[in-house]
Nanobody, 119 residues
């Protein structure tokens, strides 16, 4: 019932930048906190950030703080992630999610966006 369109990934050199976007439909996007999370090859899912409903508060993992910036456009049902000064350890499959208040529950959508940082 819900659809997400993911874009913006690719291959970049260390120090480069990418902007990822998820476009959501099928749920009330503006009612939910949202999240970016990532999974490096052979690793478990790593939390990256949570963003509140009106784009006024963001909680970042220490590993990305100062380099990554999340934003949302509720009118366009779009969640974005600006990634600057990318490093090889940022190589991962990135996922966007909506966060439901139950315990809370992270609901991941889409196939993920591949980001590869390499020379």
């Amino acid at each position: 019932q819900v659809q997400l369109v993911d874009s913006g990934g690719g291959l970049v050199q260390p120090g480069g930048s990418l902007r990822l976007s998820c476009v959501a439909s099928g749920f009330t996007f503006s009612s939910d906190w949202v999240s970016w999370d990532r999974q490096a090859p052979g690793k478990g899912l790593e939390w990256v950030l949570d963003l509140n409903t009106d784009d006024t508060r963001t909680f970042y993992a220490d590993s990305v703080k100062g380099r990554f910036t999340a934003s949302r456009d509720n009118a366009k049902n779009t969640l974005s992630l600006q990634m600057n000064n990318l490093q090889p350890e940022d190589t991962a499959l990135y996922f966007c999610a909506r966060i439901l208040p139950a315990w809370p529950l992270y609901l991941y959508w889409g196939q993920g966006i591949q980001v590869t940082v390499s020379s």
